[in-house]
């Protein structure tokens, strides 16, 4: 079977070369006797289709082919792809290992190739994600949903302050806005909190983490946040970079921190990304900090935003980039935006000033961040 494919995919390719080739030779003729400006545009559409071809071709004889002993994928040989990159693939474990002396220098080049791809790439939302209720993208400051530890779900204030509303007047307390039952006690939400951590929920690990490093447990916190990002928590990534680069409950150590600041961007958090241009304008790598300030503007951070304005009346940032990163921010902020929220918003301030003038207010806690030089 794999032999009958290739000779098809021969076949294509012969089709379309000799295609190419009679694009040319008419636009040629065409150009001869009429005077039809098609030549340049026709030998041009020839010279991609070829390197096109080209590199196909060459792609092609060496996926199907070992690249240490040149056998041939059949249909009792299987080859498997580099584990790191994608050029080239082995008959067998043996094979593999006698090729990595004249591969290694090939593989790593292209390993940090599609890394860049993949640290680069446009996240689709941010790693909060929607509120499962109203379904808008949650507001990048958690301030402004509240996780319930009965069904360990997080939920806009919004939609948190539109259902007190309703079940104050309508019933006289307050039930959970999502699975509808009523809110635990603090000792039954520790509980909850509990039997979620022994079911490895990330999210429920992530927030032990945090709760022991506000206590001063460094230690413990690492260890939290270490498996929660093993579980796959985006926001646990940002908080061991935190810790490696402070050295707060782990040995100080920038690569590490560095290693989970791009696991962080990656998985779609903004605050990470804005530190990771930061260390690059450090560095002196002032497109790479330019591009990450960019992705993070346009899932709504703020402070990437300040330093893109920054950059431009410096003569770093073209109009254009600033112009659609300026339009891409408010459309992310637009985007978490409704009614509910507004009201909420209102009552919260209102319950603030309320607070301060009884001198309750306490100070909010925040992590450090990298920031720029």
Avoid at 285 to 310: M, Y
Wanted: hydrophobic share 35%.
């Amino acid at each position: 079977m794999s032999v009958d494919n290739t000779e098809a995919d021969d076949t294509m390719w012969c089709l379309a070369l000799v295609s190419s080739i009679a694009v040319l030779f008419l636009s040629l003729v065409l150009q001869r006797r009429f005077a039809l400006p098609a030549a340049s545009s026709a030998i041009s559409l020839f010279l991609q289709t070829a390197d096109m071809l080209r590199k196909s071709t060459t792609k092609k004889v060496a996926s199907s082919c070992c690249a240490a002993c040149g056998i041939a994928e059949v249909d009792d040989i299987t080859l498997k792809e580099c584990a790191t990159c994608d050029l080239v693939r082995y008959c067998s474990d043996t094979c593999q290992k006698n090729h990595w002396p004249q591969h290694k220098e090939a593989c790593k080049k292209r390993a940090a190739e599609l890394r860049d791809e993949l640290l680069f790439k446009q996240p689709e939302s941010s790693h909060l994600g929607d509120c499962p209720i109203c379904c808008i993208p949650f507001h990048l400051d958690e301030s402004k949903s509240s996780l319930y530890s009965c069904c360990s779900k997080l939920v806009c204030r919004g939609c948190s302050h539109a259902n007190n509303i309703r079940e104050v007047v309508e019933r006289g307390w307050t039930k959970c806005p999502f699975c509808r039952q009523p809110l635990p006690t603090e000792e039954e939400s520790e509980k909850y909190s509990m039997k979620r951590v022994e079911a490895n929920d990330p999210y429920a690990i992530h927030r032990k983490g945090a709760e022991q490093y506000k206590k001063g447990h460094y230690q413990s916190a690492f260890e939290c946040f270490t498996r929660a990002a093993e579980l796959g928590d985006v926001e646990a990534h940002f908080k061991l970079a935190l810790l490696y680069h402070n050295g707060r409950g782990v040995e100080k150590d920038e690569k590490r921190a560095m290693h989970h600041l791009k696991e962080a961007a990656i998985g779609g958090h903004p605050r990470a990304r804005y530190n990771l241009g930061c260390v690059e304008w450090n560095n002196g790598k002032t497109e790479r900090a330019v591009n990450h300030w960019i992705i993070a503007a346009t899932q709504g951070e703020d402070d990437s935003i300040k330093f893109l304005l920054e950059k431009f009346r410096s003569g770093i940032v073209s109009k254009d980039d600033l112009a659609a990163a300026l339009r891409a921010h408010q459309a992310a902020v637009d985007s978490a935006k409704s009614p509910q929220r507004e009201a909420a918003e209102t009552a919260s301030k209102a319950a603030e000033e309320y607070l301060r003038s009884q001198k309750m207010i306490q100070s909010n806690f925040s992590w450090r961040n990298f920031g720029a030089e």
